[in-house]
T-cell receptor
């Protein structure tokens, strides 16, 4: 099946620094990628929809200036958490769409972010 | 606003047992429903996808059913194995969108 690679898998950073997370579709082109966040014992919550070559669409309550998304190519989307704070500590996971059907949706392995 | 609820939150069973995980959703106007498996600190693996027009899907020891009108789905796991231990997530999409709305998951532990 299709593979989505997400890096890093785990990152620890100091408060106030920025962290970039990469999501790559290895063997297919993805015009659309999704970024989710999961707090402990909570559901995965959609943060934003990343579209290649255009601005990301953010879900209500997600600060676009804090969570910068760049989808510059058909195989790469990045999420940058700017000026991270402890409350940003969470599990971030991306997914990429193969084709136009939701069933062709593949997930990365996730990134555990810990902000000290 | 669509909400997805999964019961129970956690389940522990001895190896070999058959078990059922439950999922309910508040808005029955869904496009499809998926069951995923999530291992600790890992990504998601899609197990089964049921289109809104379907009643059930089967894959190996897994069987998922969908009752769209009542807003319910079940995931049946036959002859459970320790390797089945994981968190199982239910998610729905609504027409015209690839956005998934997830439940909180059921953490399954199968004891040898």
């Amino acid at each position: 099946g299709a593979v989505v690679s997400q890096h890093p898998s785990r990152v620890i950073c100091k408060s106030g620094t920025s962290v970039k997370i990469e999501c790559r579709s290895l063997d297919f082109q993805a015009t659309t990628m999704f970024w989710y966040r999961q707090f402990p014992k909570q559901s995965l919550m959609l943060m934003a929809t990343s579209n290649e070559g255009s601005k990301a669409t953010y879900e209500q309550g997600v600060e676009k200036d804090k969570f910068l998304i760049n989808h510059a190519s058909l195989t790469l989307s990045t999420l940058t958490v700017t000026s991270a704070h402890p409350e940003d500590s969470s599990f971030y996971i991306c997914s990429a769409v193969l084709g136009v059907e939701a069933e062709k949706l593949f997930f990365g392995s996730g990134t555990q972010l810990s902000v000290l | 606003k669509q909400e997805v609820t999964q019961i129970p939150a956690a389940l522990s069973v001895p190896e070999g047992e058959n078990l059922v995980l439950n999922c309910s959703f508040t808005d029955s106007a869904i496009y499809n429903l998926q069951w995923f498996r999530q291992d600790p600190g890992k990504g998601l693996t899609s197990l089964l996808l049921i289109q809104s027009s379907q009643r059930e899907q089967t894959s190996g020891r897994l069987n998922a059913s969908l009752d769209k009108s009542s807003g319910r789905s079940t995931l049946y796991i036959a002859a459970s194995q320790p390797g089945d231990s994981a968190t199982y997530l239910c998610a729905v999409t609504q027409g015209g969108s690839e956005k998934l709305v997830f439940g909180k998951g059921t953490k399954l532990t199968v004891n040898p």
